[in-house]
C-alpha cells in the first residue's frame, strides 16, 4: 500500500498537482481532502499529474469522478495527466475517458 503524496505548483490559470501513490478506498478521502482547496481556489484549471499512481481502484475512480463533479460546479475544468497504460485502460474499459479530459502531458494540458 503505497501513502499518497501531493506536490504543487500554481502558475497563471493552472494549478498543477502531482500525486504519487495508490488511489485506492484507503487513500481516496485523502485524496478528495487535498483537492478541496484546488476546486474552490483561483485557478480556472485543475491539473492532476497521475504519473506516479500506479495503481487505482473502483472507490479511486468513484472519487475521480465526485472531484471532477466539484470541480464543474465551481466552473473549473479537471484534467488528467500522465495515467500509466494499466490505468488508462481502466478508464477506456469503464467509458471514463469519454468524460475526462485526459493528456500525455502538463504540456498539452495547457494548450
Known sequence: MND???????EENNSIISVSGDIDAYHSPKLKEEMEKYIKGEAKNIILDLT?????DSAGLGTLVSILRESRN??????????????KRIFEMTRLDKIFLIFDTIEESKE
Open 4 to 10: 499518497l503524496k501531493f506536490h504543487s505548483i500554481s
Open 52 to 56: 506516479d499512481v500506479p495503481y487505482i
Open 74 to 87: 465551481y466552473k473549473k475544468e479537471l484534467k488528467l495527466v500522465g495515467l500509466r497504460k494499466n490505468i
